[in-house]
């Protein structure tokens, strides 16, 4: 296809298309008429002979040819925006800018509170926004920028998102103290217990029951390692947490803490984020601020 015979106007219609899933929203947001975008979208859908977005319900949906080409089409974006934008070395302090961030309980208890105190000194206009996301919205919440970056328990697999491995920890099981499990707790020990379990599968220190030699019997499933510490220190039940998130918690409550009574894989931690952002020089500020509150321990 020659380039000269594309206009590049009409990429811009389909990155916000792409993002708002809807033609109103999408020409509210480029200060177009509905007329004129829709006009513009079969002028697209022309050129690569795809219709490239269907009604479904309320929205409309992308297809096949339109997944393939969102990725590709914001970083030409990106690339041209960065190209035509005055450029002068990248100053923290400059920045306002709201961070979204995903980092669960281990982020936010062991790491936010490291991380802060320098942003407000670097970046004073700069703020983060946390934010939970459940299982099933939070790559598509990264692969639309509604995220900008997320600590998950396993790296994704989207090549829309970029992720790097950022620290592990073993885990350990937790109980309330003058519980039957005081002491040492072997294994036939803690299967005996009836355990608290985390459900949110992409949140670190998510650890699958496969890995356990055999089936635990599960009271409670939680969504937070937070609600874990609290209703164990409050009950008889017991809960699996990595270490250091365990020590924090026994500090604050009265916790015993226990070896694993057989090997359990650690809980790792990896930080990903949109690959649209990875050469954003102000998202790679942020991830290196991270990363070094991670590195100092």
Not at 52 to 71: K, S
Request: net charge neutral; proline share 6%; charged share 25%.
């Amino acid at each position: 296809m020659n380039l000269r015979n594309i206009d590049l106007n009409l990429l811009t219609i389909f990155e916000a298309i792409m993002a708002e899933r809807s033609i109103t929203r999408a020409a509210a947001r480029l200060n177009m008429t509905q007329p004129a975008l829709s006009n513009a979208l079969s002028r697209l859908r022309a050129l690569v002979n795809d219709p490239l977005f269907v009604r479904q319900g309320n929205e409309i949906a992308p297809t096949a040819r339109a997944r393939a080409m969102d990725v590709p089409v914001r970083q030409a974006l990106r690339l041209a925006r960065y190209a035509f934008h005055e450029r002068h070395p990248f100053d923290p302090g400059e920045m306002m800018r709201k961070f979204s961030l995903s980092l669960g309980d281990f982020g936010e208890t062991l790491y936010l509170p490291r991380i802060m105190p320098r942003l407000r000194s670097e970046a004073a206009a700069a703020s983060v926004v946390l934010k939970q996301p459940s299982d099933e919205t939070i790559i598509p919440d990264l692969k639309k920028e509604r995220l900008d970056l997320a600590w998950l328990a396993v790296p994704p697999e989207d090549r829309s998102v970029c992720n790097e491995a950022l620290l592990h920890d073993e885990f350990v099981c937790i109980t309330a103290a003058g519980t039957r499990a005081e002491g040492t707790l072997d294994e036939a020990g803690f299967f005996d217990l009836s355990h608290a379990r985390l459900a949110a599968r992409h949140a670190p220190g998510f650890v699958a029951e496969h890995t356990f030699r055999r089936q635990r019997r599960v009271a409670a499933e939680v969504d937070t390692l937070h609600a874990m510490a609290f209703l164990v220190a409050s009950s008889d039940l017991a809960g699996c947490m990595p270490r250091m998130l365990a020590e924090r918690y026994a500090a604050l409550l009265d916790l015993r803490l226990h070896e694993m009574p057989f090997a359990v894989p650690p809980a790792f931690v990896h930080q990903a984020w949109p690959a649209v952002h990875d050469e954003d020089p102000a998202h790679i500020w942020l991830r290196t601020l991270i990363r070094e509150a991670v590195t100092r321990g």
